[in-house]
Protein backbone atom coordinates (compact mmCIF):
# COMPACT_ATOMS: atom_id res chain seq x y z
CA UNK A 1 0.00 0.00 0.00
CA UNK A 2 1.16 3.26 -0.88
CA UNK A 3 1.58 5.97 1.50
CA UNK A 4 0.37 9.04 -0.50
CA UNK A 5 -2.01 11.81 0.63
CA UNK A 6 -3.31 14.79 -0.89
CA UNK A 7 -2.65 18.31 -0.11
CA UNK A 8 -5.45 20.81 -0.83
CA UNK A 9 -4.01 24.63 -0.22
CA UNK A 10 -5.50 27.81 0.01
CA UNK A 11 -4.22 28.97 -3.76
CA UNK A 12 -6.06 26.47 -4.89
CA UNK A 13 -3.49 23.81 -6.05
CA UNK A 14 -3.77 20.01 -5.45
CA UNK A 15 -0.68 18.04 -4.78
CA UNK A 16 0.12 14.12 -4.02
CA UNK A 17 2.92 13.41 -1.35
CA UNK A 18 4.37 10.56 0.52
CA UNK A 19 5.22 10.69 3.75
CA UNK A 20 2.44 9.17 5.69
CA UNK A 21 1.27 10.01 8.70
CA UNK A 22 4.22 12.82 9.83
CA UNK A 23 4.59 15.09 6.73
CA UNK A 24 1.00 14.86 6.00
CA UNK A 25 -0.32 16.12 9.69
CA UNK A 26 2.47 18.87 9.10
CA UNK A 27 1.20 19.81 5.65
CA UNK A 28 -2.54 20.31 7.75
CA UNK A 29 -0.98 22.32 10.00
CA UNK A 30 2.61 23.40 9.24
CA UNK A 31 2.62 26.68 11.74
CA UNK A 32 1.67 24.39 15.22
CA UNK A 33 1.23 20.83 14.09
CA UNK A 34 -2.08 20.36 15.90
CA UNK A 35 -4.64 19.11 13.67
CA UNK A 36 -8.37 17.80 13.56
CA UNK A 37 -9.59 14.76 11.70
CA UNK A 38 -12.80 14.19 9.82
CA UNK A 39 -14.45 11.56 7.79
CA UNK A 40 -14.86 11.64 4.17
CA UNK A 41 -15.94 8.18 3.37
CA UNK A 42 -16.31 5.63 5.93
CA UNK A 43 -14.14 2.84 5.52
CA UNK A 44 -15.42 -0.81 5.16
CA UNK A 45 -14.33 -4.88 4.96
CA UNK A 46 -15.01 -4.46 1.20
CA UNK A 47 -13.08 -1.02 0.52
CA UNK A 48 -10.53 2.02 2.10
CA UNK A 49 -12.42 5.10 3.15
CA UNK A 50 -10.78 8.30 3.37
CA UNK A 51 -9.73 11.07 6.19
CA UNK A 52 -9.35 14.35 6.23
CA UNK A 53 -7.27 16.45 8.49
CA UNK A 54 -6.79 20.25 8.92
CA UNK A 55 -5.45 22.53 11.37
CA UNK A 56 -7.18 22.67 14.82
CA UNK A 57 -6.61 26.47 15.41
CA UNK A 58 -7.48 27.37 11.65
CA UNK A 59 -9.95 29.54 12.59
CA UNK A 60 -8.12 31.78 14.46
CA UNK A 61 -5.54 32.93 12.34
CA UNK A 62 -6.21 33.88 8.93
CA UNK A 63 -3.23 35.30 8.46
CA UNK A 64 -1.61 31.99 9.01
CA UNK A 65 -4.20 30.14 7.58
CA UNK A 66 -6.26 31.97 4.45
CA UNK A 67 -9.66 30.98 3.25
CA UNK A 68 -9.40 27.61 1.23
CA UNK A 69 -12.25 28.33 -1.32
CA UNK A 70 -11.55 24.83 -3.01
CA UNK A 71 -11.79 22.62 -0.04
CA UNK A 72 -15.55 23.00 0.95
CA UNK A 73 -16.46 21.78 -2.70
CA UNK A 74 -14.13 19.17 -3.47
CA UNK A 75 -14.74 17.61 0.28
CA UNK A 76 -18.70 17.98 0.00
CA UNK A 77 -18.56 16.33 -3.19
CA UNK A 78 -16.19 13.40 -1.82
CA UNK A 79 -18.99 12.72 0.81
CA UNK A 80 -16.80 15.00 3.60
CA UNK A 81 -18.84 17.75 5.58
CA UNK A 82 -20.25 20.89 3.63
CA UNK A 83 -18.41 23.61 5.32
CA UNK A 84 -16.37 26.24 4.87
CA UNK A 85 -12.33 26.09 5.62
CA UNK A 86 -8.91 27.76 6.07
CA UNK A 87 -5.77 26.64 5.75
CA UNK A 88 -4.71 23.35 3.73
CA UNK A 89 -5.98 20.31 4.26
CA UNK A 90 -4.50 16.82 3.81
CA UNK A 91 -6.83 13.76 2.98
CA UNK A 92 -5.28 10.30 3.13
CA UNK A 93 -7.22 6.43 3.02
CA UNK A 94 -7.85 4.63 5.99
CA UNK A 95 -8.82 1.41 6.34
CA UNK A 96 -10.07 -1.53 9.06
CA UNK A 97 -8.21 -3.16 11.23
CA UNK A 98 -10.13 -6.76 11.27
CA UNK A 99 -8.87 -7.58 15.02
CA UNK A 100 -10.07 -4.67 16.56
CA UNK A 101 -12.24 -3.79 13.81
CA UNK A 102 -11.06 0.36 14.20
CA UNK A 103 -9.56 2.32 11.24
CA UNK A 104 -6.56 2.81 10.33
CA UNK A 105 -4.84 5.43 8.08
CA UNK A 106 -3.11 4.28 5.12
CA UNK A 107 -2.52 6.04 1.45
CA UNK A 108 -4.66 6.73 -0.52
CA UNK A 109 -5.21 4.10 -3.97
CA UNK A 110 -4.52 5.32 -7.26
CA UNK A 111 -8.42 4.86 -7.66
CA UNK A 112 -8.86 7.40 -4.74
CA UNK A 113 -5.90 9.61 -6.26
CA UNK A 114 -7.58 9.79 -9.49
CA UNK A 115 -11.44 10.25 -7.63
CA UNK A 116 -9.92 13.55 -5.94
CA UNK A 117 -8.05 14.90 -9.09
CA UNK A 118 -10.95 14.59 -10.84
CA UNK A 119 -13.18 16.22 -8.20
CA UNK A 120 -10.65 19.10 -8.38
CA UNK A 121 -10.53 20.08 -11.52
CA UNK A 122 -14.29 19.92 -12.08
CA UNK A 123 -14.27 22.31 -8.84
CA UNK A 124 -11.88 24.56 -10.61
CA UNK A 125 -13.72 24.40 -13.59
CA UNK A 126 -16.71 25.69 -11.63
CA UNK A 127 -14.73 28.20 -9.70
Known sequence: MSNIYALIN?????????GLPDLMLRGADPHHG???E????RESLARNGMHGFFAHAAGLGRDKYPPNHVAGPLIAALGGPDR??????????CRPVAATGRAELCGLSMAQQRL???????????A
Open 84 to 93: YWFGSLTICG
Open 34 to 36: MTS
Open 10 to 18: PDTSLDFRG
Open 38 to 41: FTIQ
Open 116 to 126: IAQVHATVLAG
